[in-house]
């Protein structure tokens, strides 16, 4: 069993497909099959559904997927820290983000401080729901994901609050109003979000009694904004999740209006890593970098 043969079974697995993960691989098909065969021959047994539209990962193959990314992941804790030696000067950092709360707003300061530190240092950066960030964590597929906090399966460390706001259609009878009961949210078309804040939406809806209208589930940031400015219904969003010149352009040209919610409510953001003590040497220094940034300036 060797790491090439390993990381051919996790990239088939990941991208669904041989000819995929040869091309992301840099190898050909036929070597990426190959490696697969010989590990399937070893384990004695069938990782792969071959299907006409796509590959599927057997049972037992999820079952050892978990054990493959462990190993890939301790071959390159072992090579970072035997690099970091000599001042860690290569390696990988795999971090996962909830989307424009972390890639936009947080990242990059981040990121800029980081690889001045440590410009050898190869950044991958993979965007999903929430949800998606935290199985990638538990599935050891990324090193380090951005979370709403609070979340006890990981060890966690906490970056800033963000306010949550209401969104309005410019022309609606509340885009004059300073703040916003939830209860005055109830009537109108409701967009629900399904990005990194739903389940906070969702969950104050819930904790109130309140049962909102929901007419649209909007997954995209710039599709909810959009859907607001015409008019088609209201809704609430992280604050951080706006693109900056929402924030803080002219509130009078806009097709909508931001208002804070009454009573006001926060959620928090961090970052988490499955295992500390299992963490690369590329993780913990990123994580050294969070402690030593004025997270205060960045949002």
């Known amino acids: 069993m060797t790491n090439s043969q390993l ?14 993960a040869a091309l992301h691989l840099g190898i050909s098909q036929s070597a990426v099959s190959h490696a697969v065969r010989v590990l399937e021959k070893e384990l ?6 071959r299907l006409k539209a796509n590959t599927e990962v057997t049972d037992i193959g999820a ?26 000067r290569s390696g990988t950092l795999r971090i996962g983000s909830f989307g ?4 936009l707003r947080l990242l990059p300061a981040l990121l800029s401080k980081y690889r001045q530190r440590y410009p050898g240092i190869e950044v991958h950066i993979d965007e999903g729901p929430d949800q998606d960030v935290k199985q ?7 090193d380090v994901g951005f979370v709403v906090l609070p979340e006890d399966r990981f060890e966690t460390y906490p970056l800033c609050k ?9 022309g609606h ?17 409701f967009i629900m979000t399904e990005a990194g804040s739903a389940q906070i939406v969702s969950s104050l809806f819930t904790m109130a009694h309140l049962s909102p ?30 693109p900056v010149e929402s924030r803080e352009g002219d509130r009078q040209t806009q097709a909508y209006q931001i208002k804070p919610l009454n009573p006001p409510v926060y959620r928090h953001i961090g970052v988490a890593v499955h295992n500390k003590k299992h963490a690369s040497p590329a993780a913990l220094a990123f994580l050294q970098t969070i402690k030593k940034t004025d997270m205060a300036r960045l949002v």
């Open 44 to 49: 004695n047994v069938t990782l792969f559904r």
């Open 213 to 242: 209208n929901i007419r649209f589930r909007s997954a995209q940031v710039m599709s909810t904004l959009a859907l607001v400015g015409r008019g088609e219904g209201v809704t609430i969003l992280a604050e951080l999740a706006l």
């Open 136 to 142: 990638w964590i538990s599935d050891r597929r990324i």
């Open 100 to 103: 424009p709360s972390s890639s």
């Open 7 to 20: 990381e051919a079974f996790v990239m088939v697995a990941d991208l669904r497909s041989f000819t995929a």
């Open 173 to 189: 009878p509340l885009a004059f109003a300073d703040s916003i009961r939830l209860e005055q949210l109830c009537d109108d078309p």
């Open 162 to 170: 963000d306010q949550m706001v209401v969104l309005v259609p410019s």
């Open 63 to 88: 079952r050892l997927l978990l054990r493959a990314r462990e190993m890939l992941g301790l071959y390159e804790t072992m090579r970072q820290e035997a690099a970091d030696a000599q001042g860690l």
